[in-house]
């Protein structure tokens, strides 16, 4: 049997990125949300807001398989934090490419380091912490060690 504390760090972290994702679509799709979701440091990206979402949609799922204490919702939770981790990375390494743009040829867009702090970055904190204190198991487990 799982642990509870698995069980819900998946349930928080799904609602979580759900509760971004959509925010950032909304914030898109209807102007006057912008504004109010600006001043959380969401910006108004459908598609970031749509991979924040697969991201939350699978930590839901390894919620539901390790309540129902079905095979694979580890499995679920380890590919879950992979992926905000992967897209953690991605989005922190964008932004700095557009702050090194500015410094280094002082043309584009305006950068403020502020802009680092979007949810796919701040998310991707714990459960890369996560992945680092579990996967050790997970990995043991596949390789028989």
């Not at 600006?38 to 939350?56: K, R, T």
């Not at 979007?118 to 680092?132: E, F, S, T």
């Amino acid at each position: 049997m799982t642990s509870t504390l698995k069980t819900t760090f998946a349930a928080v972290f799904g609602i979580l990125y759900w509760l971004s994702g959509l925010t950032m679509i909304l914030s898109a799709l209807v102007p006057a949300l912008a504004e109010p979701a600006g001043q959380f440091m969401i910006p108004a990206d459908p598609a970031a807001g749509f991979v924040l979402c697969v991201v939350g949609t699978v930590f839901l799922f390894a919620y539901r398989r390790l309540t129902a204490g079905t095979a694979g919702g580890q499995a679920y939770l380890y590919v879950a934090m992979g992926l905000s981790l992967i897209f953690g990375i991605v989005a922190l390494l964008s932004m700095l490419a557009v702050g090194a743009d500015l410094i280094l040829f002082g043309d584009g867009e305006p950068w403020d380091p502020a802009q680092v702090l979007i949810p796919m970055v701040w998310l991707a904190l714990l459960p890369a912490i996560g992945l680092y204190a579990w996967g050790r198991e997970f990995v043991g487990n596949i390789t028989g060690t």
